[in-house]
C-alpha cells in the first residue's frame, strides 16, 4: 500500500488569488491522479501526472486552471489559479505503487469567498 | 448518462447485513473498486475485484460482480455504527493505479440503532 499524504488540508481563499497543494507518498508511484470532490458529489479526475511529462488533463479541465508539478515519483503539486466561489470543492491526490491499487490523500477542502 | 450509478442512500439496522448496489456501463472496464469516505476523511480502498471474477469475500465484505448485468454488489455482514459512511463504487479500464478512476455519486449508508 501507499501512504498519500496532502498540504494544506484546509484553506480559505479569497476570490481571484491561487492555491498550491502539495502531494506526499511515501514510495516511488509511477502515477498520480488530481480529482476534485465538489459539495455533495462524486469525484471527478481532474489529470494524471507522469513524472517528466506534461500532465493529462480530462474533458473540461486545463491546465490554465490547474497547473500541475511532478517533480519526482514520491511528489506532486496541483494549483488552483485566480479561484471563484465554483472552486470551492475537496481536491484530492491518488497513486498507487502498482496499477491495481489506487490510494488517496485525505484530502484538501478549500473554500472561496 | 452516468457511467457508473448508485443509489444515494441505504439504511439498515445495526446488525443486519447491507447490501450496497452499483450498475457501470463500460462493458471494458476490468477492474471494479469499493471506497469507503468517513466524514472530514479522504477515500478508504475497502476492496476490488477483477472483471473475471464473480465473488470476492474479506471478513465482513463480500463483492458480488454479474458482468453480464454490469451489476456490482457490496455486501457488509453484521452492520456496526462504524460502517456509517458514504460508499462509493468506482471502475477503471486499466487499473486505479494506472488510469484513475470513475465514480459513482457514492451511496450513504445510515445506521439505525
Known amino acids: 500500500s501507499a501512504v498519500i499524504s496532502q498540504k494544506p488540508s484546509r484553506d480559505i481563499c479569497q476570490r481571484g488569488t491561487s492555491l498550491t497543494i502539495q502531494c506526499q507518498v511515501d514510495s516511488q508511484v509511477t502515477m498520480m491522479f488530481w480529482y476534485r470532490q465538489q459539495p455533495g458529489q462524486s469525484l471527478t479526475l481532474i489529470a494524471t501526472?507522469?513524472?517528466?511529462?506534461?500532465?493529462?488533463?480530462e474533458s473540461g479541465f486545463v491546465i490554465d486552471k490547474f497547473p500541475i508539478s511532478r517533480p519526482n515519483l514520491t511528489f506532486s503539486t496541483l494549483t488552483v489559479s485566480n479561484m471563484s466561489p465554483e472552486d470551492s470543492s475537496i481536491y484530492l491526490c491518488?497513486?498507487?505503487?502498482?496499477?491495481?491499487?489506487?490510494?488517496f490523500g485525505q484530502g484538501t477542502r478549500l473554500t472561496v469567498v | 448518462g452516468e457511467d457508473v450509478e448508485q443509489s444515494l442512500f441505504l439504511s439498515v439496522r445495526e446488525g443486519d447485513s447491507s447490501v450496497i448496489n452499483c450498475t457501470y456501463t463500460?462493458?471494458?472496464?476490468?477492474?471494479l473498486y469499493w471506497y469507503k469516505q468517513e466524514p472530514g476523511a479522504g477515500l478508504q480502498l475497502l476492496t476490488y475485484?477483477?472483471?473475471?471474477?464473480d465473488m470476492k469475500q474479506d471478513q465482513r465484505l463480500t463483492v458480488l460482480l454479474n458482468k453480464k448485468d454490469k451489476h456490482l454488489s457490496l455486501r457488509i455482514a453484521d452492520t456496526q455504527t462504524g460502517d456509517s459512511a458514504i460508499y462509493f463504487c468506482?471502475?477503471?479500464?486499466?487499473?486505479?493505479?494506472?488510469?484513475?478512476?470513475?465514480f459513482g455519486k457514492g451511496t450513504h449508508l445510515i445506521i439505525q440503532p
Open positions: 491518488s497513486g498507487g505503487t502498482g496499477a491495481t491499487e489506487a490510494f
Open positions: 501526472a507522469n513524472q517528466g511529462s506534461e500532465a493529462t488533463y
Open positions: 463500460d462493458s471494458s472496464s476490468t477492474y
Open positions: 475485484i477483477f472483471s473475471n471474477m
Open positions: 468506482a471502475e477503471s479500464k486499466s487499473g486505479g493505479g494506472a488510469d484513475g478512476l470513475t
